[in-house]
T-cell receptor
């Protein structure tokens, strides 16, 4: 089946720094990728929808200047958490959609800890 | 009422038992996903279903579109199956976003 990778799998950073998370579709092209965030003991929350070559669509309440999303190619989307704060510590998951199957494949996730 | 409901919320069983986790949804869907999340947070996609039944190893997933219900079964359960199992659906009229269940925390005791 299709594979989606994320890098890094875990990252620890200091407050105020920026962190970039990569999401790659390894054996297919994904025109649409999704970024989710999971708070402790809660379900996943959609943060934004990323379309190749265009600006991401952010969900209500998600700061687009803080969570920068770039979908530069059909196999790569990046999420940059800018000026990270401890409350940004969370588990971030991406998924990639295969057209025209309308199927999403999930990355393994990235655990971000901001000290 | 949530659009995707899972039951049970928590399940503890002995090694070897047959496990069933249920997912009911209230919207029309194009697909239903079962995912597994381990304590470290890593997510594994188990199944994507739009009809019928799928089997992979000791895992079986079924879906009844008319009844808006899906089940995930684990045969001959093992402690390594301990994880949170999450059901998510792709609504028909969505822009491919998912609606998530709350998850079922499964503990298999040796």
């Amino acid at each position: 089946g299709a594979v989606v990778s994320q890098h890094p799998s875990r990252v620890i950073c200091k407050s105020g720094t920026s962190v970039k998370i990569e999401c790659r579709s390894l054996d297919f092209q994904a025109t649409t990728m999704f970024w989710y965030r999971q708070f402790p003991k809660q379900s996943l929350m959609l943060m934004a929808t990323s379309n190749e070559g265009s600006k991401a669509t952010y969900e209500q309440g998600v700061e687009k200047d803080k969570f920068l999303i770039n979908h530069a190619s059909l196999t790569l989307s990046t999420l940059t958490v800018t000026s990270a704060h401890p409350e940004d510590s969370s588990f971030y998951i991406c998924s990639a959609r295969i057209e025209p199957l309308d199927t999403q494949y999930f990355g393994p996730g990235t655990r971000l800890t901001v000290l | 009422k949530n659009e995707v409901e899972q039951s049970p919320q928590n399940l503890t069983a002995q090694e070897g038992e047959f496990i069933t986790i249920n997912c009911s949804y209230s919207v029309g869907i194009s697909a239903l996903h079962w995912l597994q999340q381990h304590p470290g947070g890593g997510i594994v996609s188990l199944f994507m279903l739009s009809s019928g039944k799928k089997k992979h190893g000791r895992l079986i997933a079924t879906i009844n579109i008319q009844e808006k219900h899906s089940s995930l079964h684990i045969t001959a359960s093992h402690p390594r199956d301990s994880a949170v199992y999450i059901c998510a659906v792709s609504p028909m009229d969505s822009n491919y976003q998912l609606i998530w269940g709350a998850g079922t925390k499964l503990i298999i005791k040796p």
